[in-house]
Every structure is written in structure tokens, then in C-alpha cells.
């Protein structure tokens, strides 16, 4: 047999049909001639002239016959050539590839396409069995086709696998990670085969000449892609399944939202209900006003404070509820002092609907709804803590006044030491103007000089009984402008004759130009009399060689306070009374009523000061308080 190639591809699956067929034309023309040979058998020797000219004129006659068909021949055999190239060319230039076996299943003849499919030289293919190309796992289903032709069934098709000494490098790859890993499997083992269809014919030449044609039809990335829409399918499916299941599951949630928030309605409606009830029972009066000022809620204790129903109030101006004065400020009100209430607690007078007013105490608190926002105000009335306080000061201030009678009584002697110096002097001086004008020519300019000495005497002596006399006489409190260095010296000097007696040292830091304050100036006094007598107390008790020391100093702070400081060296105050030293009835004397301290406190606070102290046991002991600096 021939080897095969694409150039007598052509002769190979056409040259045996035309050969048969001349070769029948040329054997009946044969047949024939012979035939009329053997019947007329003439002997042209022994032929008239007449027989052989029409003889010649015969054989003349079928000559051109044979020429005209030998000219049809050839005219087919050129149009037969020229449909053989088209095919030809057609069949290599096809991806599908052709080839025709024998009875046994040898390959007779190829394209190029079948070739490429079996990746087997076209010239190496004469002879070679199909079977040898198919997958072994296909072969059993390849040899129940190959039996089945008998049957002639054209629509017989067979999917195999061929074995590919290579594995191929094709175009269409899995699709890889965006695949699940069962997907990426079944593609990676079809990369590895080449998949083919197999499509059959059985051909006859005649009775013994039969020709198995087969179409082989490479199909491997149909597979490939059918498998991966397989894949992408399930994975849809997958994904179509996760996304019910979170829907349903979502679904859920939202149903628990929706009970939740159902619950939380129920909660609110009820928390809001205890909140009216709270808001309408609560002693303090609330007031909801917006940024004009105009009232948007009320409780029912403004009704009990002010006068008014709640119905009178809601839609009106808050001034409403304000003394004259501040009604005809209403916009300075609201831009100004409203805002500046806010997180303090305020004591104002306000206006009952009957015209009394009424003193309160007033917070304000800012919230903003929907973006709007909104002041709530929480008023308190305060008529009768005024009251107690009026009677706590009233008390208080008897209480100050036996405190001064105390003190006075413990600086008797020394005031009246005090007092008879000038008496002592107004004396001296009254017997020496008398002696002065017995003389016979009184010296009138030295008589004026010891007058004038008596008086001054007798002034300081009144000074003395004075400043005694202001200082315990009980009176209202009654606050002014003072300048506490001023009220140090005036103590100071009370206790002059204390100071003296006990020798003890004194330094005196105060400073200068200090900012004055707005006190009551008796009872600052007071305060600073009770320290300084606890000092001298204090240092009464030391030791003879030591020296007694009071330190007095004026301060401004960074807080716009004066601060004043009396300190002394004396033995101090145990850890154990350090915290009880300010009650009252307390004391460290031995005859002590307790009270000093404890009224000393209340006055300072009074007086809008607080008042502490420091001590270290056997190093003495350090009483300050602050006092605020008057406002300008």
C-alpha cells in the first residue's frame, strides 16, 4: 500500500472509482468489437472493393466515435480532478478530521486533521490500528462501536478519550480558585486526555468492497465547557442555597428586630408613662421652654409655685413667670442669662400669678429633638430655706456676739491695761496744769503743750472704750468695702498687751495694694481675733528659752481670693483632734466653751470664704482662710 499525504489524498479516496470506471468503459467498447468481429469475421483479402471502402468507411466512423468520447472523458476526468482538489482542500483545511478503516480496524487512509487529532505523522498512520489511539478505559466501549457497524446505524456516535503522549496546552483552562475544589478536579482530568466524537459511515465499491468511514470531532473544550458551566451551575446552586439560607436567616433576625423593637415600644410607652407620672409628682417645678423663650411644657408643680394652670402657661413667654424689671429685658434674658445658667444653680426672684414674688433657685439644662433645641429649666422654691436661713443667721449671730462677750472677758485685763495708760496720763497731766497756774506768772505756751497731751490721752482712751463697745455690741450684719490688712492692724492692736506681756515676736508680711473685699467687717474681725487669741493661747505654752513666734500674711491666689494666714510655732494639734477640731463644743483648752472655731468657720463661709488649717505636732500650727475679692 501507498504512503499516505495530503497531496494524493485525493487518489487515494477517488482514483479506485474512476479507474473502475474506465476501466469498465475501455472492457465493454472491447467486448463489443469483438462481438462484431466474430460475427461478420471478414477476410479482407477476398472483400470486394465496395465491402472494404465501406469497411474503412466504418472503422473511420467509430474512430471518431472513440475520439469524441475519449474528449468526453477527458472533459470528466478534468471536472472530476478539479471537485477532488476542492474536496481535498476542503477536508485538510477542516478541523474535523477524516479517516477510513478497514475491516479489521486498520487506518487506510487520513486528513490532516485526523492526524493532528491522533498527534501521529500523517505518513506514519498507513496500517496503524484506530484502537491503539483510544484511552485503555474507552476501549471497550470503542471495540461495541466498531462491532456495531455491521448494524449500519449513521446516527451511531461514540465520545472517547485518546491518549496523548503530551499533555495539552489549550486555550480554555478551569477557571481555577473562583471553582470549588470538587469543579477543579474534574477539569484538571479532562486537560489530560483529548475528548473526540466519534461520528461513522459504511461505504460500498461493490459487494466484497466495503470502506468504514469515521468522523473524528474534537470536543474537548465543549467538555471543558461544559463542565466548568456544570461547575459554575452547582456553584450557583451553592450560592443561590448560602444566599436563601442567609435570607431566611436574615429574615429571622429581622422578625427578633421587628419583636425586639415591638418590645422596646411597649418599654418606651411605659417608660414614658412612669416619666409623666415622675415629671407631674416631682416637688420641683419643670419648665420647657424653646430658644425664644416660649413655654412647651409644664409639670403640676408650677402650678403650686407660681400660681398658674398649666394651660395658662404652654404657649406663653417664660418672662411671664419674671419680676417686672426683667419683663422688659425679654430678649436680652434669652440670648444672655439663659445661656449662661446652663449646668448652674441660680437664686432669682419670680413673679406668682397674684403679683407676690417669690424667691427660687433655677438650673438650666440644654437638649436638642429633631435637630430643635430646647432649655429645661428646674425650679425649685426656696421661700422657706430663706427663712431658715434668716433664722440659722440670726442665731448665728448671737452666737457671735457671746463669742465676742467671751473674748472681751479674756482681754480684760488687758484692755484695761490699755485704758489706764491714758487715764494714768490724763492724771499726770491734769496735776501738772494745776501746778502750772498756782505760780505767779503761769508759763501760758507750756500749759497749752500739757493740755494738749491730756487731750490726746483722753482720745485714746474713748478710741479704746469704743472699738470695745463696737466690738461687742450685738448688730444685723452689715457688709462693705474693706480692706483686710486695715482690720489686721485693728486686731492687732487689741491684743497688743498680750503680745507685750508674753513677749512674743511678731512678723507681719501683708501685702500691698491688696484688692479690697466685700465683708462684714465685725465679724472678719472677730474671726481674726479667735485665731489670733488660740495662737497666743498656743504659744503660752512653750518652753521659757524658746522663742514664741506669730507670723501673720496677706495673699492674692490664682483663683481671685485673698488669703490671710496666722501661724505660730506652739506644739501643735494631735493627729487624733486634727479631724474634730472645727466641731463645735470641741476644744484642746482647759476651760474652753469649744465654740471659737466652729463660729470662726461659719463666719468666713458667711462671708462667701472658706477657712482651713495645717499642723504638725511640736512644729505649731497654721489657721488660713479666703475671702473673695469684690467684683468691680
Not at 474693706?482 to 489686721?488: E, F, G
Not at 476651760?591 to 462667701?608: D, R
Request: proline share 3%.
Amino acid at each position: 500500500m501507498s504512503q499516505l499525504n495530503p497531496e494524493n489524498l485525493d487518489d487515494d479516496v477517488f482514483s479506485s472509482k474512476e479507474q473502475k470506471l474506465m476501466s469498465r468503459q475501455r472492457l465493454g467498447t472491447r467486448k463489443r468489437a469483438k462481438a462484431v468481429l466474430g460475427k461478420a469475421n471478414p477476410d479482407v483479402a477476398r472483400l470486394p472493393p465496395q465491402d472494404i471502402q465501406q469497411l474503412i468507411s466504418e472503422l473511420q466512423v467509430h474512430q471518431l466515435e472513440l475520439e469524441l468520447q475519449n474528449e468526453e472523458l477527458n472533459w470528466a476526468y478534468q471536472e472530476l480532478t478539479a471537485s477532488r482538489e476542492r474536496y481535498a482542500r476542503l477536508c485538510n483545511s477542516g478541523t474535523v478530521g477524516y479517516i477510513t478503516l478497514s475491516e479489521e480496524g486498520l487506518i487506510q487512509h487520513a486528513n490532516q486533521s485526523a492526524a493532528k487529532l491522533l498527534d501521529c505523522p500523517l505518513e506514519l498512520l498507513a496500517s496503524k490500528k484506530l484502537g491503539d489511539f483510544i484511552h485503555p478505559a474507552d476501549q471497550e466501549a470503542y471495540h461495541i462501536f466498531f462491532q456495531a457497524f455491521a448494524t449500519q446505524d449513521p446516527d451511531k456516535i461514540l465520545t472517547v478519550r485518546l491518549n496523548d503522549h503530551k499533555k495539552l496546552d489549550r486555550s480554555l483552562q478551569c477557571p481555577g480558585p473562583r471553582l470549588s475544589n470538587c469543579m477543579q478536579a474534574t477539569c484538571k482530568e479532562s486537560q489530560q486526555f483529548t475528548v473526540v466524537e466519534l461520528r461513522h459511515a459504511i461505504n460500498y465499491f461493490n459487494v466484497n468492497d466495503r470502506h468504514i468511514c469515521l468522523a473524528i470531532n474534537d470536543i474537548t473544550e465543549r467538555i471543558l465547557a461544559q463542565e466548568s458551566i456544570a461547575c459554575l451551575n452547582e456553584k450557583l446552586e451553592q450560592k443561590i442555597a448560602n444566599q436563601a439560607q442567609e435570607l431566611v436567616e436574615s429574615n429571622q433576625k429581622l422578625q427578633k428586630k421587628i419583636d425586639e423593637l415591638h418590645h422596646s415600644k411597649d418599654q418606651l410607652e411605659e417608660r414614658e408613662a412612669k416619666l409623666n407620672a415622675i415629671f407631674n409628682a416631682a416637688i420641683e417645678g419643670i419648665i420647657t421652654v424653646d430658644t425664644s423663650g416660649i413655654i412647651v411644657s409644664v409639670n403640676s408643680a408650677i402650678e403650686t409655685i407660681f400660681g398658674y394652670r398649666q394651660e395658662e402657661l404652654i404657649g406663653c413667654s417664660i418672662i411671664k413667670l419674671m419680676p417686672t424689671e426683667i419683663q422688659t429685658k425679654r430678649d436680652t434674658y434669652m440670648q444672655t442669662r439663659m445661656p449662661d445658667m446652663l449646668s448652674r444653680i441660680r437664686s432669682i426672684d419670680g413673679m406668682r400669678k397674684d403679683g407676690v414674688l417669690v424667691p427660687v433657685d433655677i438650673s438650666v439644662a440644654e437638649f436638642s429633638i429633631d435637630g430643635a433645641k430646647y432649655y429645661a429649666s428646674i425650679v425649685r422654691d426656696v421661700s422657706s430655706r430663706r427663712l431658715k436661713e434668716l433664722e440659722d443667721k440670726a442665731h448665728l449671730d448671737e452666737l457671735a456676739h457671746v463669742t465676742r462677750l467671751g473674748l472681751m472677758g479674756e482681754m480684760a485685763s488687758g484692755i484695761a491695761h490699755e485704758v489706764n495708760q491714758p487715764l494714768t496720763a490724763i492724771a499726770s497731766y491734769t496735776q501738772a496744769c494745776l501746778n502750772f497756774m498756782q505760780a505767779e506768772q503761769p508759763d501760758l505756751l507750756q500749759l497749752r503743750e500739757v493740755l494738749q497731751k491730756t487731750y490726746q490721752q483722753a482720745l485714746k482712751a474713748g478710741q479704746i472704750i469704743h472699738r470695745m463697745r463696737e466690738f461687742v455690741t450685738s448688730k444685723t450684719t452689715h457688709r462693705s468695702s474693706v480692706v483686710i490688712n486695715d482690720l489686721i492692724n485693728v486686731c492687732l492692736s487689741l491684743c497688743a498687751a498680750d503680745l507685750k506681756h508674753n513677749n512674743i515676736v511678731q512678723k507681719i508680711n501683708l501685702a500691698k495694694n491688696i484688692p479690697v473685699v466685700y465683708v462684714d467687717s465685725v465679724q472678719i474681725e472677730q474671726v481674726l481675733l479667735n485665731l489670733i487669741k488660740n495662737s497666743l493661747d498656743a504659744l503660752k505654752n512653750l518652753p521659757e528659752n524658746k522663742q514664741q513666734l506669730l507670723s501673720i500674711q496677706t495673699s492674692q491666689d490664682d483663683h481671685h481670693r485673698i488669703v490671710v494666714r496666722i501661724k505660730d510655732n506652739g506644739p501643735g494639734i494631735e493627729k487624733t483632734e486634727q479631724e474634730k477640731i472645727l466641731t463645735p463644743f470641741f476644744t484642746t483648752k482647759k476651760s474652753g466653751m469649744g465654740m471659737g472655731l466652729s463660729i470662726s468657720q461659719s463666719l468666713v463661709k458667711a462671708n462667701g470664704g472658706e477657712l482651713f488649717f495645717n499642723s504638725e505636732p511640736g512644729k505649731g500650727t497654721t489657721f488660713y482662710f479666703t475671702l473673695p475679692i469684690q467684683e468691680q
